[in-house]
């Protein structure tokens, strides 16, 4: 078992962020054993022509243990705004000595791989060479799926933001994962093959939702602050095919526009991203969605500087009764 004490100081410093990076990690530890997710297969089969050639060979290297992401892959996220650009460059800007402490903790007594050895020799260097790494995978597999990726984690945390409101800290953290315990101001992890306790020290816990981290939990308790980083809700849902042959009957009633715009609401979407999904400028989709929200068939709520839209549950009766 796993056992973090949360004092009160803990406990009001508990916050939540979205984290590009931690997608990117996780995926490859994806894509090196599909068979374990196979949630992902569609992704994973998508994923492979396009990153097929890359040079990525360190990035590969720092992952290569199932058990351990190093830190300077996944520094913890500063807010729920943070882009993989603000990450990358805190990557570039890893300490010396944060990248040789990473690299000693993951290889334990073996020695390193040679590309590794560079690293740790020369981190100043080779980490431009990492991040250009980091950049060129982003780009091949991650950044083609972001939206899909940003609108489910945006959901997860838009209904973690509503349980906190209404049941507190305690609500939120005893529905995150089956594994997962919160009592007697501790939170614990039901692993058999762990025996870890340590208190957080008053620096609170960072909680990230990840697609790509199911069916799992993942802990990091190296850096400042612990980060918990889990699977949000519905999950099941991310890589699921948008119902285009039931638009054809909805189309006659709402419209072409307004069909497809609802066909592409199954996770919460902003409304430049639905503009460059349908090849409409972004004023006729705002109008589009103005008419939609106003006949209950669309919510709309705001995240930092987007307002994300969904539809609503009578929305997804019309498209499956079309």
């Known amino acids: 078992m796993i056992e973090l004490g949360l004092s009160p100081a803990d406990v009001v410093r508990v916050r939540f962020a979205r984290s590009p990076m931690q997608e990117l990690a996780t995926s490859l530890t994806v894509l090196r054993d599909p068979g374990r997710a196979k949630m992902h297969l569609p992704w994973t089969t998508a994923s492979r022509p396009r990153i097929a050639g890359l040079g990525i060979a360190m ?24 882009t993989f650009g603000d990450e990358l460059a805190r990557v570039r800007a890893t300490p010396a000595e944060t990248v040789r402490a990473d690299l000693d903790r993951m290889r334990g007594p073996a020695p390193l791989a040679a590309d590794l050895r560079q690293l740790y020799d020369d981190p100043e260097r080779r ?31 838009g209904y973690r933001a509503d349980q906190l409101t209404s049941g507190g800290v305690v609500q939120v953290l005893a529905t995150l994962h089956p594994d997962l315990e919160y009592t007697d101001n501790a939170l614990r992890i039901h692993w058999s093959r762990w025996d870890s306790r340590s208190p957080a020290r008053g620096t609170g816990l960072l909680l990230v939702p990840c697609v790509f981290a199911w069916p799992k939990l993942l802990i990091t308790k190296d850096g400042h602050q612990p980060m918990l980083t889990y699977a949000p809700r519905g999950v099941g849902q991310v890589w699921a095919g948008r119902p285009a042959r039931r638009q054809v009957a909805l189309a006659e009633l709402l419209g072409r526009s ?7 609401l199954d996770l919460p ?53 079309g």
């Open 59 to 82: 990035l590969r290297s720092l992952l290569d243990n199932p058990r351990y992401v190093p830190n300077l892959l996944i520094p913890p996220p500063e807010h729920t705004g943070t």
């Open 127 to 157: 980490l431009g060479s990492l991040a250009d790494e980091l950049l060129a995978y982003w780009r091949a597999a991650i950044e083609p799926v972001w939206p899909r990726l940003r609108g489910l984690l945006d959901a997860d945390l």
């Open 258 to 264: 307004r069909a497809a715009l609802l066909a592409h």
């Open 269 to 321: 979407v902003s409304t430049t991203q639905l503009a460059g999904y349908l090849g409409l400028t972004a004023a006729s989709v705002s109008e589009h969605l103005s008419v939609l929200r106003r006949s209950g068939l669309v919510t709309s709520r705001r995240s930092g500087r987007s307002v994300l839209y969904q539809r609503t549950p009578l929305a997804t009766e019309l498209l499956a009764a």
